[in-house]
């Protein structure tokens, strides 16, 4: 496939990793900014997880290659032994793919699909940057961090601004009460957050605050029956691949909090009450909504100490202030610069 020029000649970058939407966004943006300079990124992921969902037709990166992989670390036994074999036999197809592409520097994002390339960067001695999106450093980055020529994180005193898509920012304003209310469980949905709401909803509608909520797909059957039975109007759906608009038109947020939706959320300065997923690896949707209550920009309580009174008693200057500080703690141009870093690094 013919390349661009860019930066006095061709450039080869890999961008790697991927499992869940969270990852993935942030590869997609890295990609776009890849682009924007002439250079056609190549990109290695996973049979599994949502790598294939998302990049299986995509046809801007020069070459794409899905390996069978899966995380080693959740395996017992023989399924551990399984795992390791089948990640060293990915790692020796990654390598062998980099040769060939030529491959001048990769980029990991973390997951389990970003585990055989980034291991291969190391073996080739090709230069490794890392992303880690979490306030909790995932245990491959973790691993891997001695090795990265580069580490990016949005928290912390080095950080980098998280790669929010620029849609994001173009519809940010500052939310000053509160007129409408989203829900936000993921793509996956949330139990925890649909009772929740649900729970809400009289109240809410008795003060004339509008709803917004996204269910999840195996939920969204049982909750739209449920506002039927309560006779309350709501703006329902499973998932939407134009959430953007949705969360524009809402001045406050009830979330999950993983580091996508968390950044996504703070870019469009909209306050949210975080409830973290309390099964997440190493309790990092905890401590991502942590970082921004610690900042006075947002709240978060854990699912298991949640009641209506913990959304009551949030008042409406709070809220006007946490939406004023999200504008402090992120900009656009995140992936610009984590490009900008990668090419200067590597000599461009």
Known sequence: MAQKRAHGRIRSILLTGGGTGG??????????????RGIQPYYIGSESGQDRAWFAEDGSFAQK??????????????????????????????????????????????????????????????????HEQNAREGRLNRLLKPFADTFFSSY?????????????FETARLRQKVGTVIFLGGSQGAKAINDFALE???????????????????????????????????????????????????????????????????????????????????????????????????????QQELTPETFWRIAPDEIALASERLATLIDRGGAGRIVETMLERIGG
């Open 23 to 36: 990852h993935l966004a942030i590869v997609r943006s890295v990609k776009e900014e890849l682009q924007k």
């Open 65 to 130: 290659l899905f390996l069978p992989t899966r995380g080693v670390v959740n395996q017992k036994g023989f399924g551990r032994v399984a795992s390791m074999v089948q990640m060293i036999e990915a790692t020796r197809r990654a390598r062998r793919f980099m040769r060939e592409q030529k491959v001048e520097a990769v980029l990991s994002v973390g997951g389990f699909s970003a585990a055989p390339a980034a291991f291969a960067a190391v073996l080739e001695r090709t230069p490794l940057f890392i």
């Open 200 to 302: 809400l909803a009289p109240a809410l509608a008795r003060k004339g605050i509008a709803i917004i909520h996204q269910t999840g797909t195996s939920e969204f059957e049982r909750v739209k029956l449920a506002y039927e039975t309560l006779g309350i109007e709501v703006d329902l759906f499973p998932f939407d691949t134009e959430l953007h608009r949705k969360i524009a038109r809402a001045d406050f947020a009830v979330s999950r909090a993983g580091a996508s939706t968390l950044w996504e959320l703070a870019a469009n300065r909209i306050p949210a009450l975080f409830i973290p997923y309390p099964y997440a690896a190493g309790d990092h949707q905890y401590f991502n909504a942590k970082y921004l209550s610690d900042r006075g920009a947002g709240w978060v309580v854990r």
């Open 156 to 168: 912390g005193a080095s950080r980098i601004d998280y790669p929010v898509a620029a849609r994001f």
